[in-house]
């Protein structure tokens, strides 16, 4: 996966080294993301099935995170706080997850947690389809929309893997800042508590150039410019 | 009650005056009485109408349906956390683009959006009020840039807006109270130079920020979490400034408080606001009520509101409460440098161009837009990444290169479109009020913006050595929904805020705005309350304060 084949870019550098200098408050929330206490809502089998799909979504392999990932799930199952916005036609929240996680695992064959004992290329296939609206059986989605399904998925795991603090020491964001902001600002100036990059990292980390993913897709669409013709003007 | 960060739960207070502080709402000051004014919603113009109100000593009651805000407590460094200053109830959304909302557009609580704004702080030009004269797109409004602007210029002083030596664009080009930030983010370092290699104009923006001390504020630190909070308390924002102000002269706010209802007299008049606090309906009279909840809340409310002579929808004979919601169009762009940049650096927001406000019409559409170097924070770039159709090992590779990552952000006007609006769903929130459905599809025309602004964006990139990565499709400041208008058939206020049906009833807050400019809007919005506020205060000496 992502996270471990490669030599860090920021190696030694440990967000978490930093906490002596946030204030409490901010302290508090960060620090408790590293020890997330058992799921309270989702069942066992809901928390398995949660972790198998966070894993392949974000390509992530480590538990610490992907614990985090599901306490997250959890504790929005557990908060009467809204959903900000639903698109009319797709159920409500916890509905959607606790519905969603069911039919994955049917899709894979069977009750309980079956879509965690699938290979982990048959699982990333069925999310793959989930996300282009052709899971299949289409019976064991019925009822459920499946883009809706996914980017709920993927937006809720994406976000949790956004706010651990190991992911912010991989890329180098150097986390919360206060009551001690930034001072040295101009562009390759760095204060002495921000991450310093491995010099001969940036080789390592640049994408794979457009392979007609959404990122180019999402080029034609909005400015009209064919993934090719913007390949070319690139050099 | 409200969920601390931590999760547990806070008592908060929810009765706030002049050296009163409550739990509860049993020693209510203005409890049974009449009060000249009630006001819901604390946000940006509810804010600025409570303290001009309270400061003429009218005795004026603030509805507010989040909390009560302490900033060294609530607010934290952190983007999850601080999800919860936006507004997190559901609305459904439909339509070609359905909106997201919450904390995206939306704020909750004392302070209301001005809480995560990012700061920045535009007059809008002379143009974006006669869009319909001099482009035969949108409406005109019924009042000009002249009438608004004395309050524009109270507003950036008492505000201390940091400003440049000379803003190149519309029709003020400065001086501001304050000087511009001079430290600039590495990120704005990269847009002043791609737009300096093409001969674009582009200047730091005026901000609502200090950039020295001011009232016992201290100048901004650089920590770049505007949209999490202002923790040193840098940032202006309506909980700091215009409601302390307002409860100093005699106010009475209420926190955690929503209001649920309008009720309206035999004579067609307001005369209460019905407001739910911890379960319990409660009832405020007044002679005059405004309703400051913005975009979604105030064509909600009013829609609930029938009766005898107002079956649609209070404040409705036009049948647009509700229409012409507008967003502003806020695609990002990214790219990749060489060398590094950090996102995370410096106010978000220190570099700007207006360059492409103004109608051209070799672009083929009208109006324009202002681009924005713009930083982010991890959760904002991977929910831009997840939208621009990222997951997987794309997306951690994409995540990767966060550092390496330049960033510029469009606001770009969207026309007005009486399809695009709120209306009531059948399913019912935790106060037993339908909930909003807002319809939102971006226009032909609003297409062919984005796409000069985006690849006006990707050239400033570029010509400053980067490579193009993503383009994430987003929105941003919700307008529109209670029209102002000089005519009563199209519109549902007039150009002093007041409801064209019901005369002692104002809409105050962006959900008036006829068209929606192409930049942000709050300084606006708090011109506009500024003004209502005199508007009102002058008839309130004539003695019309209960009109009709
Ligand atoms: C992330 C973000 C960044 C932004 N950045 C900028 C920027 O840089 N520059 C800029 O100009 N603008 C910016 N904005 C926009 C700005 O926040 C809004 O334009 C502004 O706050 C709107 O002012 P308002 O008074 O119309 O409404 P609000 O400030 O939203 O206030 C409405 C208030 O009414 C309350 N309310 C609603 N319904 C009820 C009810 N029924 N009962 C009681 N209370 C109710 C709400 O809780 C809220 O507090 C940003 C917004 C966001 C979300
Ligand atoms: S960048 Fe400045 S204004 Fe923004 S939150 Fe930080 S200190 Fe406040």
Redesign the interface.
Known sequence: MASDAAPPVYPGFDVMAERLAWDPATRAVVAARLSPGRPQALTEAEARTVAAAARQLLAEDRSEILTFVVSHFDSRLQSDAGEGQREVGVPPEADLLRRGLAALDRAAGGEGAAFAGLPAAEQRELIAALAADRAEPADAFAGLPQKALFSKLLGLAAEALASHPAVWSEIGYAGPAYPRGYYRLGRGVLDPWEPRADPAARRRITPREQSGGGVSARLADVDGRTPAADHQERG | MA?S???EAIRRHCDHYSGHLFDHLDHRKFGDDEVDVCIVGAGAAGGVLAQRLAAARLRVVVVEAGPFWDP??????????TQ?L?????????GRD???????TCGRGVGGGTTHFTGVFLRFHASDFRTRSLDGVGVDWPLTYQDLELHYRQIEHEVAVSGPLRFPWGEYHGPYPYPARS????NA??FQRGCAALGIESCVPPLAILSAPHAGRPP??????CNQGC??NSKFSTLIQHIPQAIADGAEVLSDCMATQVEVGRDGAARAVLFDHEGREHRQRARVVILCGFVVETPRLLLQCTGPGHEDGLANSSGMVGRGVMVHSS?DVYA?F?????L???TPVLATTQAYYGTDPSRGFARGYTLHAHGA???E???G??G?????????????????LARVTMIGEVLPDQDNRVRL?DERD?HGMRRA??DFSLGEHDQRL??HA??RA?AILEAAGG???????DTAHLLGGCRMGDDAATSVVDGDCRCHDVPNLYICSGAVFPTSGGGNPTETIMALAARTAARLLERARRRELTAV
């Open positions: 969920p960060p931590g999760g060294a407590t609530d607010f934290v460094s952190d983007e999850l956390a919860r936006g507004w997190q109830d559901t609305r459904l959304v439909a359905p909106l997201k909302l919450g904390h995206n430290a600039v983010s590495p370092q990269v901004c630190i650089n920590r770049g979490f923790k040193p695609h990749a060489a060398d590094e940049v950090r995370y650096k410096g924070r991890p959760v770039l991977v929910s990444l997840c621009a159709g990222l997951w997987g090992l794309e997306l951690r590779e994409a995540m990767r290169e966060y550092n390496y769903a935790a459905v807002v984005i796409a985006v690849g990707r490579t193009v990565r993503h383009v994430a499709p």
